[in-house]
């Protein structure tokens, strides 16, 4: 009887796991906003970028083009205020206070779009 038990309960089990309905998919969910784009920018534009960020700091430039764009997307996602400022500033490798200046840098050569 005890081998009977041994062998039938396995089997129950089973047949319950294979007779259950599978989960159906979840809805998929979907987002008010998409990801902000970023415009195509021209060589005007990029040369302007890197002279208005020459201004503020020369060794903003390097890698700036990249570095704006991130900025840009910040921007757009709504970010602002002193820790925005600080985090830009860090971005470029350039001194804390200048911040707002990298930030007018960037907008005023339209690589924001």
Not at 20 to 36: I, K, L, N, Q, R
Not at 90 to 107: H, K, N, S, W, Y
């Amino acid at each position: 009887m005890k081998k009977l038990g041994l062998v039938l309960l396995p089997a129950i089990l089973l047949t319950g796991c294979a007779s259950s309905e599978p989960a159906a998919d979840p809805a998929p969910v979907e987002t008010a906003d998409p990801s902000p784009t970023l415009p195509e920018l021209s060589s005007e534009q990029i040369s302007t970028l890197a002279e208005n960020l020459r201004t503020v700091d020369p060794a903003a430039v390097e890698g700036a083009f990249d570095k704006a764009q991130a900025v840009c997307l910040q921007i757009a996602d709504g970010a602002h205020g002193e820790g925005f400022y600080r985090g830009v500033a860090m971005r470029f490798d350039a001194a804390e206070g200048t911040g707002p200046a990298l930030v007018e840098a960037i907008q005023s050569a339209g690589v924001c779009g």
